[in-house]
């Protein structure tokens, strides 16, 4: 595989403009990816997984929504540099996106055919035809049963699973050289969460294609992601690869997120994160965590740490090296 | 053998499917409980799992008298409650409380935290005068872990995590004995989830509390509860022991269920071979005949299609399977690229 990275995020920064201030969403995210590497971004709501994969495509909203800093190499390429009509090209395109309600991005009042149709149109310039035929192939790839047929639904006409089968297609249909899947499963069943995860690695196996795997479903990433990123407050607060992560997390947050999870074999009291998540309008300075941190100190709350390499390519923003097996000792009154 | 608290018995809640518009007519019935038998002990947690639509939910509302039943019987105290009326039923809702998914809907926006949690206090009078009132609601403030600073503040003003609080508070403030949580934790955030779940063991512990715990979230369920049902289209087909039934499921679906659950370990989680069931859940208007699993179950024969099993016992638990305990076969992972490099 070359070398160069197929995306690299440097330094982004977006903001939201709200009746109770500036929303300091995306605060100077930095991100990696290979060619047909799988990232998971895991965070928990509000944290900016979703404004960080948005901003990615571009779809920020002004006035309110701007990408305040930073750029989004792809293939090269700064995204944040390129004209809409280049932009429009690159989605759908050789980037693709699902979303975790695919109502939101399914246009209810077009056929599934026609939004299947349209983006082989446009970017592979099929014909009318083609495009149809290629079409009734990707439902069927999808696992959508009588796919020639089902063109000419609309999506109400689809469950919840099913949608998300068409979406994922249209997704694909290009054959994108990266996915974006933002909570692609969050709102379904588990049965069906299992349909559409195996859907989406036979996929990106046979298509060769990286992921953006977001969730704050620390199972889902686990098994489907070589690296992770840990996101807290608008910052990416741990980052490194999969099992690195989860067998010796750094940042205090990611350790406590860990301890928060009902596993198989223990029996007792989960030892959660105290006190509430942030109010991104409102940030403490320094470390955003800080204020729920076992571990934090005067220094934590004056500046905002700087990642700091921990292991091989596994970095965290934090200022002390934390033994992951004493925050539970902390917690129980222990003195640190 | 203990007493069960809660017991129901052959349970069914049908809906009314309506047609037509000046002349509305009854076309067909939604099944959503539809013949459910269940006990739970007293100071246990009965852990009810089963996909969206399976009808834990209508069951839930059922035992709580908030949606009348179809057919069948539920016990409470070893007293009938289906069909009560008056002063019974309100002393029968006093002691059967209902914590929801979304703690927001289901507080009154302009009343304060403190007047939501004093409400049913009143309403069941069960303090004298106003300084016992406010004394108790700052005694349950300070049981759910909420500062009693904070009686006058509005349900908007707190976080998920902690409307989610003031709905426990508010249901502990009918000294209740049963607590149906539907899907109490299902959209707290993790690091909040944990939270919630640690208070609910700590008041059970200490209030002697019975749970109903329904959620789609496995993880949790296994952590909270002591016996665990499984429901499928308006029917348990499985139930049993926690342990027991985590450890050896006997019925397909219970094995599928447990299967697709992705584990937060990626070691554990590279190992996992998921049964992937295929399709979805059949209409529960219209349920299939014979067991209603076997049209997605990966080991049916054609004697499922035929009767409808009942739950017997097979390993440690009750499954309602003529195959029950038989191995179910899960696909090979698709290759990853590490496997295939
Ligand atoms: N259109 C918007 N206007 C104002 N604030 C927004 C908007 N979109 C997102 N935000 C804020 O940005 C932050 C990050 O949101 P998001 O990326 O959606 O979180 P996540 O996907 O991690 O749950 C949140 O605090 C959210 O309220
Ligand atoms: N008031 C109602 N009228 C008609 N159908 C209903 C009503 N409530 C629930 N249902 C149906 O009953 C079935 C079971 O629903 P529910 O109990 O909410 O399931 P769950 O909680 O397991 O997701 C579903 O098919 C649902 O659409
Ligand atoms: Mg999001
Ligand atoms: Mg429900």
């Known amino acids: 595989m070359s070398g160069a990275p197929l995306l690299e995020i440097e330094d982004l920064a977006v903001e939201f403009r709200t009746g109770g201030g500036v929303v300091r969403a995306v605060d100077g995210v930095n991100l990696t990816l290979a060619r047909g590497e799988t990232l998971g971004i895991l965070g928990e709501s509000g944290s900016g997984k979703s404004v960080t994969s948005l901003a990615i495509m571009r779809l920020v909203r002004a006035p309110r929504g701007k990408i305040t800093r930073g750029a989004v190499r792809f293939e090269g390429r700064d995204l944040l540099t390129l004209t809409p009509a280049e932009m429009r090209q690159v989605r759908g395109g050789s980037i693709g996106m699902i979303f975790q309600d695919p109502m939101t991005s399914l246009n209810p009042v077009l056929t599934i055919g026609r939004q299947l149709v349209e983006p082989l149109e446009l970017h592979l310039g099929m014909s009318r035809r083609a495009a149809r035929a290629r079409a009734a192939e990707l439902l069927a790839t999808v696992g959508i049963p009588e796919a020639v047929r089902r063109l000419d639904n609309y999506p109400h006409q689809f469950s919840g699973g099913m949608r998300q089968r068409v979406m994922i297609a249209i997704a694909v249909a290009c054959e994108p050289k990266l996915l974006i899947a933002d909570e692609p499963t969050t709102a379904l069943d588990v049965t069906i969460q299992a349909q559409i995860l195996e859907l989406i690695r036979r996929l990106q196996a046979e298509l060769g294609m990286a992921l953006i795997l977001i969730t704050h479903d620390l199972g889902v990433v686990a098994g489907a992601a070589d690296r992770l990123a840990v996101m807290y407050a608008g910052r990416v607060v741990e980052d490194g690869p999969t099992d690195a992560v989860f067998a010796n997390p750094k940042m205090p947050y990611t350790i406590g997120l860990m301890h928060s999870i009902p596993r198989a074999d223990d029996e007792g009291a989960l030892s959660p994160i105290g006190g509430q998540p942030p109010d991104l309008s409102a940030l403490p300075p320094g470390c955003a965590f800080a204020p729920r941190c076992d571990f934090a100190r005067p220094v934590c709350r004056e500046r905002v740490p700087e990642p700091r390499t921990v292991g091989p390519g596994h970095r965290a923003r934090c200022l002390f090296d934390i033994d992951p097996a004493r925050v539970g000792a902390v917690r129980e009154g222990v003195a640190p | ?341």
């Open chain 2, 1 to 341: 053998m203990s007493e069960p608290l809660l017991q129901t018995i052959d349970l069914k809640v049908h809906f009314p499917v309506r047609r037509g518009f000046v002349l509305e007519r009854t076309v067909g019935s939604v099944k959503a409980v539809d013949g459910v038998s269940l006990a739970i002990d007293r100071g246990e947690t009965l852990g009810l799992v089963g996909e969206s639509g399976s009808g834990k939910s209508t069951l839930g509302r059922a035992i709580l008298q908030l949606v009348g039943a179809t057919s069948g019987t539920i016990l409470f105290d070893r007293r009938e409650v289906t069909g009560l009326s008056g002063p019974e039923l309100a002393a029968f809702r006093r002691r059967v409380q209902l914590v929801f998914q979304d703690p927001y809907a289901s507080l009154n926006p302009r009343m304060t935290a403190g007047n939501i949690v004093a409400e049913p206090i009143r309403i069941y009078g069960l303090r004298e005068n106003r300084a016992a009132i406010r004394d108790r609601v700052r005694e349950l403030f300070g049981l759910v872990g909420l500062d009693a600073r904070y009686v006058d503040r509005y349900p908007h003003e707190f976080s998920g995590g902690q409307q989610q609080r003031i709905g426990i508070a508010r249901a502990l403030a009918c000294e209740p004995d049963l607590i149906v949580c539907d899907e109490a934790v299902s959209a707290l955030d993790v690091s909040v989830q944990a939270q919630v779940i640690n208070l609910l063991a700590d008041l059970q512990q200490r209030l002697g509390l019975t749970y109903l715990f329904i959620a789609h979230g496995l993880n949790v369920v296994r952590h909270v509860s002591t016996k665990v049902a499984v429901m499928y289209l308006g029917k348990i087909v499985e139930v049993g022991d926690r342990r027991a039934l985590f450890r050896d499921p006997q019925h397909p679906y219970t094995k599928a269920l447990l299967s697709a659950s992705p584990l937060p370990d990626p070691v554990a989680e590279r190992q996992r071979r998921p049964i992937i069931l295929r399709g979805d859940v059949p209409s529960p208007i219209d349920p299939p005949a014979g067991c209603r699993f076997h049209t997605r179950c990966p080991i049916a024969v054609p004697a499922c299609s035929a009767a409808e099993p009942p739950l017997s016992p097979s390993g440690g638990t009750l499954a309602a399977c003529i195959r029950a305990g038989e191995p179910v076969p899960a696909p090979d992972p698709t290759p990853t690229r590490e496997t295939v490099l």
